[in-house]
């Protein structure tokens, strides 16, 4: 059986994508639902949660497709009357409500959700963007969510403000937290709000800030001005380094800003230890870059959803450590060579691991090599100013203004990309 979730179907290892799935259909999906939710966390030992609450559809809105997702069960009503979704998992507006007001669709129910999405362990709970707990719409636009957490005392809950919409759901880690520390910039204002016990390395803090200000000044406004960072647990045990973005809120783990990371895999590259300081900024940058790459600017290639941020990621490090950069470009090279060497551009991000390593590291690498070709900073304007123009952009939008800026290193920017003309 095929589980339609639309919007929410896209994975990413960084566990980012905001490429939406648009159904054509004669439902006019041109609008932003706004969610009350209460969730109360079922469990501290898995990820299941109780959810209460509704979401108001504007008045020349008659019906609407609910995401069928298969973790959830839920029950809807309207005015406390029963409504099930039809065959099509559509509802349609009650006669008896007037047809002059928005209406609401009341919901309950249970979400069973899964690590790596979403877990809970050592009194911590997260829920990432693309994992949906609460029903959800689909449509074109963000939604916007008000949340009430119902927790045990000491417990609380950190998401993004509610004033900004999501198109990726809700993000969100319940814990029992330190009181926030706020920082800074001259384009930004962050609180950091971990969890009792855990300090970020100032080193990292200041690394974010500062990507975080070269950033803004490369990309413009990517629509908040505040920034909330969290950590979380994920992938502890493996000393692994993600993060995740939504909102105006990043979670990132750990080991991204000082804890434990195990690089002890690539040793066979001449990776040690050593190396952990350059990959913890690569991710931070990367992850940072998403504020802007999937929400701002989206793109039709997995090179433009994934590996602009994982190339901005690299990119960082040069800046800040520019001798040190080798290490990082020995991983992607090695990576580089695991699939075939066919033309980077025209595929679209997917998680098997051909798309996924053509999206992550052959796209970030060509990105590397024409930045070290016409200067990063170039590079990187020419992308924006791409983005600036089409929000949805085909590797031609890119090649031609490349040509027009850069008629006599076409060559290279063609071999870079493995395309033949
Ligand atoms: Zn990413």
Redesign the pocket.
């Known amino acids: 059986m095929i589980r339609k979730i639309a919007r929410f179907s896209v994975f990413?290892l960084?566990l980012?994508s905001a490429q939406g799935l648009l159904i054509a259909n004669e439902l006019n999906r041109n609008f932003a639902p706004r969610f009350d939710l209460i969730v109360r966390p079922a469990s501290f030992s898995r990820p299941t949660f109780a959810i209460k609450g509704s979401v108001t559809v504007p008045r020349h809105i008659d019906r609407v497709e609910v995401a069928e997702i298969p973790w959830q069960q839920f029950v809807f009503s309207t005015d406390r009357v029963d409504q099930a979704p039809d065959a099509a998992w559509q509802l349609t507006r009650p006669s008896f409500l007037p047809k002059a007001a928005p209406w609401k669709i009341e919901f309950s129910g249970l979400s069973s959700l899964h690590p790596p999405k979403s877990e809970a362990s050592g009194d911590e709970i997260y829920c990432l963007n693309n994992c949906p707990p609460n029903p959800e719409l689909l449509v074109d636009r963000g939604s916007f969510y008000k949340v009430k957490f119902d927790l045990p005392a000491g417990f609380s809950a950190l998401s993004f403000d509610p004033e900004f919409s999501s198109s990726i759901g809700l993000q969100f880690q319940i814990a029992r937290f330190q009181k926030p520390v706020h920082r800074k910039t001259a384009a930004f204002s962050y609180a950091y709000v971990f969890p009792e016990g855990f300090s970020a390395d100032e080193d990292y803090m200041s690394f974010l800030e500062t990507t975080m200000e070269k950033w803004f000044e490369l990309l413009g406004n990517p629509g908040f001005r505040h920034v909330k960072v969290g950590v979380i647990r994920r992938g502890e045990a493996k000393g692994e380094i993600n993060g995740s973005p939504c909102g105006n809120l990043i979670l990132f783990s750990r080991s991204a800003l000082g804890g434990r990371v195990d690089l002890s895999g690539l040793a066979g590259l001449g990776i040690t230890a050593d190396d952990a300081d350059l990959f913890r900024k690569m991710v931070i940058a990367?992850e940072l870059a998403?504020f802007w790459f999937g929400v701002k600017y989206a793109g039709q290639d997995g090179w433009m959803v994934?590996g602009i941020?994982q190339y901005l990621g690299l990119y960082a490090v040069w800046m800040k450590h520019p001798g040190r950069v080798g290490a990082l470009i020995k991983f992607t090279e090695h990576l580089d060579r695991m699939i075939p060497q066919d033309a980077i551009p025209g595929h679209p991000f997917g998680d098997d691991q051909i798309l996924y390593i053509k999206a992550y590291y052959q796209g970030s690498l060509a990105l590397f090599r024409i930045g070290e070709l016409i200067g990063h900073e170039k590079l990187v304007k020419l992308l924006s100013s791409v983005f600036d123009k089409n929000k949805n952009p085909a590797f031609a939008d890119f090649d031609n203004s490349f040509k027009k800026q850069f008629p006599d290193k076409h060559d290279e920017w063609s071999a870079a990309w493995r395309v033949q003309y």
């Open positions: 990413c960084c980012f990367h998403h994934e941020p």
